[in-house]
């Protein structure tokens, strides 16, 4: 049974960093590209960051490209995504996801899904 659990969100003031861990168990997970995504009530779930199977590859979205960055440890099968200078329009529930090919954007083609972590800023 594959299961991927994120954690590492909280409430933070605008300007500060948290750092998001997904664990991914049930697969390999290095045969996986793997990707953070997150929605704010209300709103549909949109894409912020992706990463190849290698980690070579990373593509962002504009509103959080220079604040965030993703990276992976495939030894511990675990996927990260790092928060900066956090704004208040950041607040949203944050999923990870995994899938098979490399995506440069969107939410489609990933297999599977976690349950969310909530990130809160203040302003």
């Known amino acids: 049974q594959v299961q991927l659990v994120e954690s590492g969100g909280g409430l933070v003031q605008a300007g500060g960093s948290l750092r998001l861990s997904c664990a991914v168990s049930?697969?390999?997970?290095?045969?996986?590209?793997g990707g953070w995504f997150r929605q704010a009530p209300g709103k549909e779930r949109e894409f912020v960051a992706t990463i190849s199977w290698s980690g070579g590859r990373t593509s962002y979205a504009d509103s959080v490209k220079g604040r965030f960055t993703i990276s992976r440890d495939n030894v511990k099968s675990t996927m990260y995504l790092q928060i900066n200078s956090l704004k208040p329009e950041d607040t949203a529930a944050y999923y990870c996801?995994?899938?098979?090919?490399?995506?440069?954007?969107?939410?489609?083609?990933?297999?599977?899904w976690g349950q969310g972590t909530q990130v809160t800023v203040s302003s």
């Open positions: 049930g697969r390999t997970f290095s045969y996986y590209a």
């Open positions: 996801a995994i899938g098979k090919s490399f995506q440069v954007a969107g939410t489609g083609g990933y297999d599977y």
